[in-house]
């Protein structure tokens, strides 16, 4: 249910409560709103997004100028997009002018922002056949080919990740929690793995993430490897006594 309200499926929100005999205490209008925001992203209707963020939090993009940045910036690709598949021609100059009046002044607050502004105005001298193609087959591979560095910014994989800080944003907004506790879970398994693969543990190959996961050996488990201490009450602690400070950030997940 967490993961369901968090990420923006008000509807299987409510099916699985229902299913599962369980008050639905979440706000599902206000799932809704996000969810209205995020598909337009994921449209590229990047001005409809904009004001739906304005309706729902007016001081959102004043405060976080990043995000603020991210949007237009997104906007001003799909603004190029658009005047490439157009016969227009008046849109190649409505492009510039967007990005004349709404992102230049963005440049003296961060070097980054001049560096991602003058990535996006490179757009323009792509060749327009590259465009056409990335309108018939728009794939990862190929952008690649044929928008070389700047394939990141055609790749369909931006909207989503302009749409999941837009979510997690309005949800720190909101006083929610960034993230679904599910994620959480899997970056402290991450984590977990890594540092045993680090200390050269003797665990699988691969880990499958599912419960009915064959269990190791007992021998296995209480196999000394040289890389962690038994203290006095069973436990064990590395060998200088110092907990891994990444641990405590993942394992930090909000109630």
């Known amino acids: 249910m967490d993961y369901l309200i968090t990420e923006g499926y008000p509807s299987a929100a409510r099916k699985f409560a229902a299913e599962a005999n369980i008050q639905q205490k979440a706000d599902l209008t206000a799932i809704e709103e996000r969810v209205r925001i995020r598909d337009s992203i994921h449209r590229g209707d990047m001005q409809h997004a904009i004001e739906l963020i304005n309706d729902l939090n007016p001081e959102l993009l004043d405060t976080d100028k990043k995000l603020h940045f991210s949007l237009l910036r997104l906007q001003l690709v799909e603004l190029i997009r658009l005047s490439f598949n157009s016969p227009d021609q008046a849109l190649v100059g409505n492009a510039i002018e967007f990005a004349m009046h709404n992102l230049s002044p963005y440049v003296p607050l ?4 001049k560096i991602d502004l003058e990535r996006a ?38 909207r989503q990740k302009v749409a999941k800080d837009v979510n997690e944003a309005i949800l720190q907004s909101q006083d929610q929690k960034r993230e679904a506790n599910i994620r959480y879970l899997v970056k402290v398994r991450t984590w977990a793995e890594r540092v045993a693969r680090e200390k050269r543990l003797q665990i699988p190959e691969k880990l499958p993430f599912d419960a009915d996961a064959e269990k190791p050996a007992e021998d296995d488990q209480n196999e000394d490897n040289g890389d962690t ?27």
């Not at 961060?110 to 922002?113: K, R």
């Open 229 to 255: 201490e038994m203290t006095e009450n069973g436990g064990t602690e590395e060998p200088n006594g110092g907990g891994d400070a990444e641990l405590a950030r993942y394992t930090n997940i909000p109630s």
């Open 110 to 113: 961060d070097p980054q922002f």
């Open 121 to 158: 105005m490179a757009l323009l001298i792509v060749p327009k056949e590259s465009w056409v193609k990335a309108a018939a087959a728009p794939t990862t591979a190929q952008a690649n080919n044929d928008f070389g560095v700047l394939a990141e910014l055609v790749d369909p994989s931006l």
